[in-house]
């Protein structure tokens, strides 16, 4: 740890750093909870690792709300009066001393009963004691300690529905039948002469018949629902051939051993069925950190201050009425649109637009819902309700509301239409056949034609490739919803990013300074004006500007809001602010600069920039080879002539969208049969992204906020876009190998069934065998196409 | 050989005895978090061992 660094959380103390029991800390915030871990014993905190802490927000009355009872009712879990349960989701948990802190909260405030971390979900479960401690102290205190809670509409609207833990039963199940049947069937297999094996034969028989009923029954239920289901809707997806192989599966069996003419297929039965479900279970990958369906509720506070005769008061936000009056502190959300009624409001729209640099508003102009204040307390007057204000009113557009319908066609249920066709004509020809020439065989070679075609291996296939091929995703982080999300991105034609936050980064912000040369005094003088000012602008100028600062003092300082400032040091005068402001003609249209005069001569002006994320001139021209690409924002024109030499020519420009424009574009682009895709990050996308057929957030920290979408990606990984769209391409071409290798198999299973020689030794060697090396062949394949991701 | 239906009989009944256990396990949650208890028992030694320092110089 170098001398000028935070004995607490890293960061650089500055020139002034706070020592306290001979340690450095860049903040009061962090010496205060050095104290707290020092008075309590929890020195060791540091030994585990170096710098720890993450630097704690301002939180000061920020959880004033968590005193009124509607709200703590929700957010408890459980409450007997005395003692309290409540569960956080905390991102900021990271690292084992994450759950070292948090699981000894009771050290800290004696009113904890127990605190226990789920590290994969992030979460913290507390238990506490009604009447030694509160909601709002406990949630101040883990505040204070660095790990803020994400406290959300979300968590108070809907009690979390538990993990489905169905398929993990139907599958052991499975395994421990397929075992047992299989150790019994084994002494029929191989010694079928033995006298003493003949007279346990029928106990034997039986036992696996009761075990394979569980399997049967339990495990393989949905494969009857679902191939049900098909039926009814006129489809035939490929659970109408398994539904149909197992039940002929276990009919025969049961027939074989009730007259006594042979062991049955119990064994073969079992292990389809457990081998099915593997996959069902393997595809079925979640990230329990992140959240595919976060709508702006779970975005937005779940309290708000009003000001009723100049008394404060907390309300859930649900219940702001048109006119109340709101107190927006700093770093807090805007929840409702609304009228600026006093204070400086520096409105930060990046999570609804991208765009990092602040708007500022004067008293009287209209704020929007979903920004975030930076600079200082204001009052604003409510003029729309929740549902009513201009960006949560897209959440009523049907988009939001429709289900998953049945008719989702994948690759497996495409090609078993014919599949299943196929084998009923089959079964269907070889029991004509065999009526003439030997009756008695007619059932035998029907259902072993029926058994030997149950598409096992076809199954199997689709999820064990798209399986591990989401594993290999989310290890590079790229968090996909689904299975089919990989199958939607291999139908993509068309491509439509959206641009600030999107193509352009959200934190780093280009400043080019144009006009006349500055002279250095001239330079170190308007960074000293810079530093006098709160205007989000000027303090990113003040951080771009290198040199230091002058040693004189401001004389005449004067800032006009939403204008600029005018002030004088070391006798030079200097004007900077809008155009306008110092009297100039706007140089350029459409776009954030700074104009500067000094003493009353024009010299220039910074214009911002975003700046273009890294790679992404070679992503587009990856793309632009394969799909149609489309630029659809609702900035102005500004940056446009940029984009199109930046660009590939074929690269379609649409400017000044609003959110249900880009919603109502994609649905048009749909209609014309396009299969789009859809990359964007901020709420005003929201639309765009559930509309189109594949949505991915871009999200600079995953595990913060991303609205609701199929596929989450790092945007550090932008440039890697167009690999993984090719790897989804190359696995449908992965699972469509696999299925000719897998018809292999059927055929060779279709000769011994059709001459009627399907012993249930045959079965119970070619269908864990096709099986297995189906499974092995993509995943071999899959993780060697990706080797170099 | 009237034993096999004996040594069957137990070892399905062990068997079973098993998957009951396994099946009570997965439903008490045991395998919903497998991370944080392999980390946790470590900050356990640690804090005893801190307990008894502190006993000592008391």
Known sequence: MSLNSCYHCGADCGKKPIVFNEKNFCCNGCKTVYEILNVNELNCYYDLQATPGTIPTEIKGKYNYLENEDIIEKLLEFSDGETSVVEFYIPSIHCSSCIWVLENLNKLNGGIATSMVNFPKKTLRVTFKNNET???????????????????????????????????????????????????????????????????????????????????????????????????????????????????????????????????????????????????????KTYNFLSFERDYKSYFPIAVTIIIDGIEKNIPVKDIEKGNRLLIRNEELIPVDGILINGNAAIDYSFVTGESIPVIKKSGDKLFAGGKQTAGAIEMEVINTMSQSYLTQLWSNDVFNKKNEITIKNITDSISKYFTIAILTIAFFAGIFWYYYNPSMVFNVVTAVLIIACPCALALSAPFAIG??????????????????????????????????????????????????????????????????????????????????LDKELTNFEEVLGSGINATINNINIKLGSANFVGEKSLKTNETAIYITINGKFKGCFTFKNSYRKGMKEVFETLSKTYKLIILSGDNEGEKRYLEKLLPKNTQFEFNQ?????????????????????????????????????????????????????????????????KFLILSVQTISVIKVSFVISFFYNIVGMYFALTGQLEPVVAAILMPLSSISIVVFVTIITNWISRKL | MEVVYITIGVSVIVAILFFIAFIKSVKSGQYEDTYTPSVRMLFDDELVSEKKEKEQIK
């Not at chain 1, 538990?162 to 039963?169: C, E, P, S």
């Not at chain 1, 982080?477 to 980064?505: M, P, Q, V, W």
């Not at chain 1, 109502?664 to 189109?692: C, F």
């Open chain 1, 468 to 549: 591990n091929m989401l594993r290999i995703f989310g290890y590079k982080k790229f968090y996909l919803k689904n299975a089919e999300t990989i199958e939607n991105i291999s139908k993509i034609t068309t491509i439509i990013f959206d641009k600030t936050g999107t193509i352009t980064s959200n934190d780093k912000t280009k400043i080019n300074y144009e006009g006349d040369k500055l002279s250095l005094v001239e330079v170190s003088a308007i960074k000293s004006v810079l530093r006098a000012s709160n205007h989000p602008l000027s303090r990113l100028l003040y951080k771009y500007i290198k040199e230091e600062t």
């Open chain 1, 134 to 284: 509160n909601l709002k102290q406990l949630v101040e205190l883990i505040t204070s300690i660095g790990y803020e809670p994400y406290i959300s509409l979300e968590d108070a609207d809907t009690k979390k529905n538990k993990v489905d833990k169905k398929l993990i039963y139907q599958v052991s199940i499975a395994a421990f039948a397929f075992g047992n049947i299989m150790l019994l069937s084994f002494p029929e297999y191989f010694a079928v002469q033995e006298f003493w094996l003949n007279r346990y034969k029928p106990m034997f028989r039986w036992l696996m018949f009761v075990m394979s009923i569980p399997v049967v029954f339990y495990s393989a239920k949905d494969y009857f629902i679902s191939a049900y289901k098909g039926i009814k809707h006129k489809i035939l997806n490929i659970d109408v051939p398994i539904a149909l192989g197992i039940s002929v599966l276990f009919l025969r069996s049961s027939i074989e051993i009730i007259l006594n003419i042979g062991s049955g297929f119990f064994d073969s039965l079992t292990g389809l069925i457990f081998f099915l479900l593997l996959g069902k279970l393997f595809q079925q």
């Open chain 1, 658 to 722: 609003k959110p249900e424009n880009k919603l109502e574009y994609i649905k048009s682009l749909q209609e014309k049969g396009e299969k789009v895709m859809m990359v964007g990050d901020g709420l005003n996308d929201a639309g765009a992204l559930a509309q189109s057929n594949v949505g991915i957030a871009i999200s600079e920290d995953v595990n913060v906020f991303s609205p609701a979408c199929d596929a989450i990606l790092d945007a550090k990984l932008f440039n890697k876009l167009p």
